[in-house]
């Protein structure tokens, strides 16, 4: 059973930066696709990055493009996601998610990710 673990959240003022993990416990790990999705107060859970685990392929959403940076490291079984030039609206609940399948289609779908972590809480204030 994998179990993904999210670390590096917090409060941190708009311009600031935070480096959010996720490691990956149990059996052999070795996923096709990690992504990281958030969800803000009152609204649904949206796409932020993905990677493929080679991390040959990476794709952002509009919102983050150019400020967020994900990247995996292997060895360690982790996926982390670099945040800079942080705004206020970026205020959520940020998820690690797995595909430990086979393939893949689209890496924004988040029916595509099987295995998800419990969430850490990113504030940014104004």
């Known amino acids: 059973q994998v179990r993904l673990v999210e670390s590096g959240g917090g409060v941190v003022q708009a311009g600031g930066s935070l480096r959010l993990s996720c490691t990956a416990s149990?059996?052999?790990?070795?996923?096709?696709?990690m992504g990281w999705f958030r969800q803000a107060p009152s609204k649904e859970r949206e796409f932020v990055a993905a990677?493929?685990?080679?991390?040959?392929?990476?794709l952002y959403a509009d919102s983050v493009k150019g400020r967020f940076t994900i990247h995996t490291n292997i060895p360690n079984n982790t996926v982390a996601l670099q945040m800079n030039s942080l705004k206020p609206e970026d205020t959520a609940v940020y998820y690690c998610?797995?595909?430990?399948?086979?393939?893949?289609?689209?890496?924004?779908?988040?029916?595509?990710?099987?295995?998800w972590g419990q969430g850490t809480q990113v504030t940014v204030s104004s």
């Open positions: 998610a797995s595909n430990t399948g086979t393939y893949y289609y689209h890496l924004s779908a988040e029916n595509e990710y099987n295995v």
């Open positions: 149990g059996r052999t790990f070795s996923p096709y696709t």
């Open positions: 990677v493929t685990w080679s991390g040959g392929i990476t």
